[in-house]
C-alpha cells in the first residue's frame, strides 16, 4: 500500500446465503470470518484511524431487505462525487485477472467471472459510500445456483496494485483468494473524485459444492502480481 494513503482498511467473511446467523442450521459452510489489515502507514497513525474509523462507520447499516436498487444506488453515489461501479469495468478485469494469476500460480483452477457476483460486488460497493463501511448484511448475497460466498471489502487505495497486494497480504483475505471451493467471482469498484476506490470481491461455491472448515490459512508467499495496476479516473466534483 502507498506510503501517502491516509488510512486503509480491508475485511473478508466467508457465510452462505440465507437466514441471519441465529437462525442459521449448523452446516459445513456456516463458518463466518472478519479480519482486518491496516498498513504500516496507518498503525504509525493509529489514533487518527481509530477517530477515522468511527466517522466512516457513522452510517446506518442497512437490512438486506433495505438496500436501494441498482439506479438508485448510482444516483446517491454520483451526487457524492463517485463513479458507478459500472463505469469501472476496467478496474474490476484488471483485479480479476490477478486473482486468477495467483490460484494458478499456486497450481489451482482459475475462477469464472459472474456478472450475477460483479452486480451484487458493485451494489454493495455503492451501498458503502451512501451508508457505511462494513460487510454487507445478512441475506444479501444470494444468487441461484450458488452454496456459499466469500466477501473482501476494501477502501482507500489509489490503484488495482495496491489493493490486491493488500489483500494478498492479509490472511483472512488471501483465503477468500486462495481457496480451492470457489469457482466464480464477480469485482465492484466505487472511485471517488480523488482518486481513491472501495471494492467489493464476491466468490462463489456453486450449489452442491463443500467448503472445508479446516482449510488452512495459506501461507504468507511472493505476491505473483506486483505490477503496475489500473488507477481510478479523477473525475471533477471536489
Not at 486503509?8 to 456456516?30: K, M
Not at 469501472?88 to 457476483?117: M, Q, S, Y
Not at 448484511?137 to 477502501?155: R, S
Not at 469457482?183 to 476506490?197: H, K, Q, S, T, Y
Amino acid at each position: 500500500m502507498q506510503d501517502n494513503d491516509e488510512w486503509a482498511i480491508t475485511v473478508d467473511r466467508l457465510r452462505p446465503p440465507g437466514p441471519s446467523s441465529a437462525e442459521r442450521p449448523t452446516s459445513p459452510t456456516g463458518r463466518r470470518r472478519h479480519g482486518f489489515a491496516l498498513p504500516a502507514t496507518v498503525r504509525r497513525l493509529l489514533p487518527l484511524a481509530v477517530v477515522a474509523g468511527g466517522l466512516w462507520a457513522a452510517g446506518v447499516e442497512l437490512p438486506s431487505t433495505a438496500i436501494p436498487d441498482p439506479v438508485t444506488l448510482a444516483r446517491q453515489s454520483q451526487d457524492l462525487g463517485w463513479t458507478a461501479a459500472s463505469a469501472n469495468t476496467d478496474l474490476a478485469l484488471d483485479v480479476f485477472a490477478r486473482v486468477n494469476d495467483e490460484r494458478t500460480a499456486r497450481g489451482l483452477e482459475p475462477l469464472v467471472w459472474h456478472p450475477g457476483l460483479a452486480d451484487l460486488a458493485g451494489r454493495w460497493s455503492q451501498a458503502m459510500i451512501v451508508h457505511v463501511y462494513e460487510h454487507s448484511p445478512d441475506g444479501y448475497l444470494a444468487h441461484p445456483g450458488f452454496a456459499a460466498f466469500g466477501e473482501n471489502i476494501a477502501m482507500g487505495q489509489y490503484d488495482t496494485t495496491e489493493l490486491h497486494v493488500g489483500w494478498m497480504e492479509s490472511d483472512g483475505h488471501r483465503e477468500n483468494i486462495l481457496r480451492p471451493e470457489f469457482d466464480a467471482m464477480g469485482v465492484g469498484i466505487v472511485c471517488r473524485a480523488d482518486g481513491r476506490l472501495w471494492a467489493t470481491q464476491v466468490f462463489g461455491l456453486k450449489q452442491g459444492g463443500h467448503a472445508d472448515l479446516d482449510f488452512p490459512t495459506p501461507p504468507v508467499e511472493p505476491v505473483v502480481r506486483r505490477d503496475v495496476g489500473v488507477t481510478c479516473p479523477r473525475i471533477s466534483r471536489f
